[in-house]
Structures are given as C-alpha cells and as structure tokens.
C-alpha cells in the first residue's frame, strides 16, 4: 500500500498561526499540500488598501481605486493607487538610511542620513496630485501593453518634507546641470542587483520648483511602505514615474537622465500626433511632462438611481499638471448642452480642485453626466480618446457616470 506523508505537528502549530486559526483536520493534510489561507497574500491587509480597490497585476503589485473611493479631498492610503516596476524593498533599515548626490554636475558628493535631511533644511507641506502616465490606458485602441489603468491611478495626498532645491543648494551644482535622475531601493523582478527597475527624473527647473520635495511623511504620518517609505521624491503635477519611491539617491546630470525608463519608448508620446497603431521610432518620441488637464466625478458612484423629481448632487476633483483649472461644466445630454460647476481654489499649487453641482433631470429616464474641466490656458478635455500613442499614456478623456431617474 502507498504510504503518504503527513505534515508534523510543529509545521502545524506555524501554519496555524499564519491561518490565524486551528487547522482542526490538520493531522489529514499531505506534507506537500498548499493551504488555500496561504497561498494568496491578501494584498488589501498587506498595503492596509480598502477591499473595494482593484488589483491589476500581483508582479509586481499595481493597484487601483474607484472613482467613488477618491470623493475625499486628501487620499488617504487605502483609497491610494500603488504603482510598481519592481519589488518593493524589504528589511528596510530606519536608522541607517541615506540619500547620495552624486552625478557630473554636483560640486562634490554628498550623502546625507535621515536625520540630517531633517534637522538641516527647513520642512514644507503641501498636497500634491499624482497621476501614472498610463492612467487611462485600458481605452486606448489598439490597445496598448502595460497596466490596464481605468480612471483609478490618481491620488492627492499631503507631502511632508524638505525641499530638493535647498538640499541642491546647500551642495553646490554646476552651472551645466540639465536634469536629475533618482535612485531607489526597490529591486528589479528579474532578481538581477544591478538592474534598476526604474530611475526617473526631472529637469532642473522642475527639480528646483518649491513643490518639489524630498519627503519623509504622507498625510502626517511615515510614508506607507508600498508609496516609498521612508524617503520619497513628489513632483506633483508630472508623470507620477517621475516621484521615485524609497529613494536613496539623487544625480545631477549635464545631459537628460538616461536612467531605466527614462528612454526609448517609456513615459513618452509621439512628438507629433500619429494614427491610431502606426509604428513610432524611438527618436519621434518625447518625454512627458506636465499631465493634461482632467477631471472625476467622485459621488455619486455610477449607476445610482434618484426618485424623479429629486435633485443630484455631483462631487469631484480637477486637475491640470502644472496649471490650474479655470473651470469644470457637466452635461446631461450627451455633450449638447454645458453648464457650469462650482469650482474651489486649489489648497496650494499643483493640488487638484474640487468640483460640485446641484443637477435636476427633466423626466424619468436614464442619464449619463459627463464632467469636463478646462486648463488656464484654455485647453478642455477631450470627450471621445486624446492622441493615441504606442504606450497608452495620458488618456484624459471626460469621465461619465450613469444615473437612472425612475
Ligand atoms: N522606486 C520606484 N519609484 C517609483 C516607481 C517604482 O516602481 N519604483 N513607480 C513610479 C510610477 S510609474 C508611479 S505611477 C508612481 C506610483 O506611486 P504610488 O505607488 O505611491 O501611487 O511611483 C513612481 N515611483
Ligand atoms: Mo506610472
């Protein structure tokens, strides 16, 4: 007769500590069989992410909110999208963490600790809104590779920290430098330490904006581990790419970063509008910068149904890169007719704003409420898709929601 094995009491006792429960029948298992408790880490307990967010993609982690989770005005971490090119860093060391700037256009090298950062440079707040170049992807046709973003990888959040021009300053840079690029801890998934999975940057002028920040803190506390912990550069308004999580390096270059997905097709668009699947080469592509103009509608959440003759109450956010947004307006017929929402000042620079309208419906039916928000250059949204492009990027279509009237 075939004899199996059978897990040890030991082992048991273990599994059932990570179950958090007795395996009653546990002394039946087979040696080799995987637990269905353990399989699967339970990726909303693992980043403390409310369980109504979206897992696109598990290697690595990238997650994404609902439009009806962003209705608050700052984003608390479980309605927080996460982006991953790599794995995140484990064991990270607190008390020993530093940040090196180095590359040909400092004066001298120079590392600080934590502490240093902290103690030497003055600490600034400021909400920040951050959105993945690829926010929107999952529209664009023919489709594009990558994560397949719906509306969800946006966030604004407060960011506490020093500013990257002070800590530049206090170094010295030379009069050549053109850009800077970060390093970080994550590491790449093919396990190979001397790839990075990504090291972005800025040019100077955006790494010398008061917004720009070196930050140690998100809405008042350490920064969650899955947006960086526990050193973080923000550069709200652009690419999120370009805010490089668990940073523990800054180079000042004479010549535009040419870390990983800084170049070929990464995080850039065709300089010059293409048709839909044409083939672009690699120098017809430019960088992206500042994000476009665009707008949520955050409450209600789509689909809601309203007693006829009740009014509806609209909520949500605009943002525009590094611009303000000059107005939002919202349909109710399709984009026929506009009319025009109340419309907040944003809490600082590069913070998104927040909308809100009272609608009445003029019969029983079904509606969709398109939202369209304008830039202070005059610049809409599009309401069918913007530019295709080979990577999918900046999507910022108008966002619509359906409401029956019954
Ligand atoms: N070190 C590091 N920084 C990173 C990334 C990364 O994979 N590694 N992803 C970038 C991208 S593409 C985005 S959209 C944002 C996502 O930030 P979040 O996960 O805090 O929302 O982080 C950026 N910074
Ligand atoms: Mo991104």
Redesign the pocket.
């Known amino acids: 007769m075939h004899r199996r094995k059978f897990v040890k009491k030991g082992t048991l006792t273990a599994l059932a500590s990570i179950v958090g429960a007795d395996i009653v029948f546990g002394k039946n298992l087979p040696i080799d069989y995987k637990l269905l408790g353990l399989q699967d880490p339970d990726p909303f307990k693992m980043f403390n992410k409310d369980s109504q967010m979206v897992v696109l993609n598990d290697k690595?982690w990238n997650i994404e909110a609902q439009a009806h989770l962003l209705n608050d005005t700052i984003t608390p971490n479980k309605y927080?999208?996460?982006?991953?090119?790599?794995k995140i860093p484990e064991d990270i060391d607190l008390a020993n963490w530093t940040i090196t700037f180095d590359g040909e256009s400092v004066k001298q090298k120079k590392t600080y600790s934590l502490d240093e950062l902290k103690s030497k440079f003055k600490q600034y707040t400021y909400q920040l809104t951050?959105?993945?170049?690829?926010n929107g992807r999952s529209e664009f046709n023919p489709p594009a590779k990558g994560n397949q973003w719906t509306i969800g990888?946006v966030?604004c959040a407060t960011w506490t920290g020093v500013r990257l021009r002070d800590v530049l300053e206090a170094i010295g840079i030379k009069d050549d430098a053109v850009y800077i690029g970060?390093h970080?801890?994550?590491t790449h998934l093919s396990g190979d330490p001397k790839k990075e999975?990504?090291s972005?940057g800025v040019p100077m002028a955006k790494a010398l904006q008061d917004e720009t920040l070196l930050a140690f803190k998100m809405n008042g506390a350490a920064i969650p581990l899955?947006?960086?912990y526990p050193l973080r550069l923000v550069a709200g308004g652009w690419?999120?790419?370009?805010?490089?999580?668990?940073?523990n390096g800054i180079s000042v270059r004479n010549k535009v970063h040419d870390g990983t997905k800084m170049t070929g097709t990464a995080y850039r668009v065709p300089c010059n509008a293409v048709a839909p699947g044409d083939k672009v080469k690699d120098e017809d592509m430019c960088i992206i910068e500042s994000m476009p103009v665009k707008s949520l509608i955050t409450s209600p959440k789509t689909g809601a149904i309203l007693k006829e003759g009740k009014s509806l109450d609209i909520n949500g956010h605009a943002w525009a890169g590094e611009l303000k947004v000059a107005k939002v307006e919202y349909s109710i017929d399709f984009g026929s007719t506009w009319k025009t929402c109340a419309l907040e000042a944003p809490t600082n620079r590069l913070a998104w704003q927040h909308f809100s309208a009272t609608i009445q419906f003029p019969k029983k039916g079904y509606y969709e409420v398109w939202a369209k928000a304008t830039d202070s250059k005059g610049i809409a949204q599009p309401m069918v898709l913007p530019g295709w492009n080979p990577k999918g990027y900046l999507n910022n279509a108008c966002h619509r929601i359906a409401i029956k009237i019954s």
């Open positions: 690595p927080m999208f996460i982006r991953n090119n790599g951050l959105e993945c170049g690829g990888a966030s970060y970080a801890a994550d999975p990504i972005r899955a947006h960086g690419p999120a790419s370009a805010s490089g999580k668990w940073i």
